[in-house]
Every structure is written in C-alpha cells, then in structure tokens.
C-alpha cells in the first residue's frame, strides 16, 4: 500500500495563477481531508470529505475549492492564488467520518506564491 | 474554543538522556487525542490515540499517558534516529472530523 500520496511535491506561482493539488488513498477509506501547515500555527483544516460526493468548509476555506473525484481521489484547487496561501499542503484520510480514530497524512505539497 | 498549547518549543538531548514532552489541551468533553511525529520535509505519522484519563500507550522508546487536562509523551534513552517535531491534537465531541493540532515540540538527540 502506498497510503496517501500528493502531486506535485513542489510548486512555484505567481499571483493570481491557479493550479490544482491531487490527493489519492489506497486505504478504501471513506474520509478525506486537506491541511495546511504554517510556521508557529500548526496545522489547519481547510475542507474535508466526510464520504464521496460530499464535501465541507472547515476552518480556512476562502479562496480554496475542493472535488472528491471518487473514493480515492480528493483534490484542492486555488483558483487564484495569493502570497497569503504560501504554505505546505497535507492531504490526510481515515476510515470513516464521525469517528474518533486517527487521520494518516500524505507527504505535503510545498507551495510558494510569489 | 478548543486550544492545544505544546511545551517546549523546541529540546535538544543527548543520545540516552530521558526526557517528556508536554501537551495542554482546553476542550469540552475529550473524545480523543492524537500523537503525530513528523520529519523535516514528510507529511505527519500516526503514533498513539488516547481515549481517556488514566489511559497509556507504548512504542518502542515512547510512551504517551493522559490526564483530565493533558499529555506527556515520555522518550526513554533517546537515539539520533528519534530526532523529529511531535505534534499532538484533539477532537471533541461533535467534531469527529476536525482535529485542533498544536505547534509541536521540535526534538534533537544529539549522539
């Protein structure tokens, strides 16, 4: 199993380009996730996917957008990115939503904004 | 609101030195809480999940205990190898999908 992997593993934009990040679990979980990880603030939901075909804002969704393609595939878009969403990207899945078991994380896309 | 306070920032041991990490938690009604390790440039890896006071989990040279208010992670005659930033988070009820994470503690075991 490769458990969750993300693409790209890097990523350069400039202001107002947009670009999406890719999520895919081999785990046949049904819930998906995407972090953001700054410096000094931990890390911060930005949407998730309690199962397929449905998605949710959590705690910093502006300027994101999500689709969970299918069971496996869950990914992040920037339609036009600012500086502010530099950050690195987590991708995470458990087996289910409503549950309190633990998420398993990808390897982060790192994105800088110029 | 749920808040997640972790101490030190950072600690530097030597290989064999002993130590625990602290986590602080605020959060009505506990329904789990979660220990991570993550290396420079990897995403977060699962280590412990602890239910309730009282409860502990080992892991080799770790041990994660909880109390009504918070959590030690305990490494025993650290290595080089256990050199890492550990995070810790909750969830509280109602929101099983939503973890609050602290900032971690950055660990270096120096040989």
């Known amino acids: 199993n490769a458990g969750v992997t993300q693409t790209p593993k890097f990523q350069v934009l400039k202001t107002g380009q947009s670009m999406t990040l890719q999520c895919a679990q081999d785990?046949?979980?049904?819930?998906m996730y995407w972090y953001r990880q700054d410096p000094g603030m931990g890390l911060r939901l930005i949407y998730y996917?309690?199962?397929?075909?449905?998605?949710d804002k959590g705690e910093v969704p502006n300027g994101y957008n999500v689709s969970r393609l299918n069971k496996r595939e869950f990914s992040l878009r920037l339609e036009s990115a600012a500086p502010s969403q530099t950050s690195v990207y987590f991708c995470?899945?458990?087996?289910?939503?409503?549950?309190?078991?633990?998420?398993?994380f990808g390897p982060g896309t790192r994105l800088t904004v110029l | 609101e749920d808040q997640v306070t972790q101490s030190p920032e950072a600690l530097r041991l030597q290989e064999g030195e002993s130590s625990s990490l602290n986590c602080s938690y605020t959060?009505?009604?506990?329904?789990?809480l979660f220990w991570y390790r993550q290396d420079p440039g990897k995403g977060p890896e699962f280590l412990f999940t602890?239910?309730?006071a009282g409860e502990e989990k080992e892991k080799e040279r770790l041990k994660a205990t909880l109390t009504k208010k918070e959590s030690f992670l305990h490494i025993t005659a650290p290595k080089p190898e256990d050199s890492a930033t550990y995070l810790c988070?909750?969830?509280?009820?109602?929101?099983?999908?939503?973890?609050?994470f602290g900032s971690g503690t950055q660990l270096t075991v120096l040989p």
């Open positions: 996917s309690a199962s397929e075909g449905t998605t």
């Open positions: 602890l239910y309730s």
């Open positions: 959060v009505s009604g506990l329904r789990g």
């Open positions: 785990m046949n979980h049904n819930s």
């Open positions: 995470a899945s458990k087996t289910r939503d409503g549950t309190y078991n633990e998420q398993f």
């Open positions: 988070a909750v969830q509280a009820p109602g929101s099983a999908r939503q973890l609050t």
